[in-house]
């Protein structure tokens, strides 16, 4: 299915979580002098516009970026990455995952991107032209099987399906088996949404018996708007860097407080 796009839902709450956990990695990565690459299976466009008719259409970015970005430290590089951004672009942009991983990365560190919505493609191929990723037109979890393990091969695999497809739900922990196979020493982050039904809650089971040490972050919060099923939003890592699990529940309690 293709029918996912991201604009309608840039800067919810989800996104707080996915993205100040990102910037927090990538900056953790970032301090030592070593190269790395950055893997993100399900890519997007990349920029966004919260201005644009399909933000204001959902108006998740409201009680999301909004409401909580005030709420974090101003060094957090969540909030820088977002400064720099709205320096660039404009004051209504808002990064996806891919743009906070290039202005994070140095000279030197790789960056891997697939993204199969033609339209998406088209404009994550533009919006990161500047910084010389290597994008494919491509299912993710096939070209996350096929660069892995990296060159180098310190680094972070971002994993963010629209789950739109439900196959995922059991699809993810045989292909991150597979990746960790091939990439043991690499942080896996795989987001997830935490909706009415509880889709999640079998490939969660699965996960946590193949990985009893990752990083397991959930947080709650209301439906955007009147029968709206997500109710959440969760981030299971693999590897975690040391420190990370008290970032995460801050930054559950920042969302918390919506």
Known sequence: MLSYQHAYHAGNLADVQKHALLAWILAYLTQKDK?????????GRGLYDLTSPQAEKTGEAASGITRTEGRLAPDHPYRQRLAEIRARFGLSAYPGSPLIAAMSL????????AELHPQEHRALTENLAPWGAHIQHRDGFEMALAVTPPTPRRG???IDPSYEVKADYDR??????????????GIIALWYPILTDAPHRPMLADLQTAFPDALRSEVTFPPARDGHRMTGSGMFIINPPYGLDEEAARIALTIGRT
Do not use: C, F
């Open 106 to 113: 140095r000279d030197g560190d790789v960056l891997h991107l």
């Open 156 to 158: 972070l695999m971002l």
């Open 35 to 43: 190269p790395l690459s950055y893997i993100e299976t399900h890519a």
């Open 172 to 185: 993810i922990p045989k292909i991150l088996s597979q990746i960790t196979r091939k990439w043991n020493v």
